[in-house]
T-cell receptor, first 113, second 112 residues
């Protein structure tokens, strides 16, 4: 399968714990995006990378959130000191270039107890 | 069956009928539009896209229509099948912007 992959698919954690998610984009896609989706809503943009550079961050991305793409391939999204409001589906997408189609992964569903 | 936009998030149609899902986008400067299908517990799946220099594009059993005058996008699905049951989102992209902006979504239910 050469699509976008995400791990883990599900994560249950207690409030205050740190969590880290991984995204592997479609190979040779330079752009990688993170979105968050809550129940009944469309995905909302969090941040994106052009190769290893993080070029834009949404206001939704509080100081507790950090994303990296160290070698321009896979990316990680870390949430520190999780809160119940962080419970959501975290989606990763990749694309070739600006204005190109974004292809989504299956998502990581986070539940904060 | 036809939805009337973001304020009617559910559309039920009979199997075999045609479906029309509507979307009102927000920014007249947007120049690229995508329809995604999302099944329960899965990520959005690309269906079809259209750029602003076109007003119609056809795929396999799907057609997207773009009316820039009224900022309206529609997705037509021909001969709907049970596997078409999902939530459908339209998304817009603005020149120079990297993020997609998604609409609320419409849940399509196929009745046997």
């Amino acid at each position: 399968d050469t699509g976008v992959s995400q791990n883990p698919r599900h994560k249950i954690t207690k409030r205050g714990q740190n969590v880290t998610f991984r995204c592997d984009p479609i190979s040779e896609h330079n752009r990688l995006y993170w979105y968050r989706q809550t129940l009944g809503q469309g995905p909302e943009f969090l941040t994106y990378f052009q190769n290893e550079a993080q070029l834009e961050k949404s206001r939704l991305l509080s100081d507790r959130f950090s994303a990296e793409r160290p070698k321009g391939s896979f990316s990680t999204l870390e949430i520190q000191r999780t809160e119940q409001g962080d419970s959501a589906m975290y989606l990763c997408a990749s694309g070739r270039e600006s204005g190109d189609t974004q292809y989504f992964g299956p998502g990581t569903r986070l539940t904060v107890l | 069956g036809e939805s009337v936009g973001l304020h009617l998030p559910t559309l039920s149609v009979q199997e075999g009928d045609n479906s029309i899902i509507n979307c009102a986008y927000s920014n007249s400067a947007s120049d690229y539009f995508i329809w995604y299908k999302q099944e329960s517990g899965k990520g959005p799946q690309f269906i079809i896209d259209i750029r602003s220099n076109m007003d119609k594009r056809q795929g396999q059993r799907v057609t997207v229509l773009l009316n820039k005058t009224v900022k309206h996008l529609s997705l037509q699905i021909a001969a709907t099948q049970p596997g078409d049951s999902a939530v459908y989102f339209c998304a817009e992209n603005r020149p120079g912007a990297q993020k997609l902006v998604f609409g609320q979504g419409t849940r399509l239910t196929i009745n046997p």
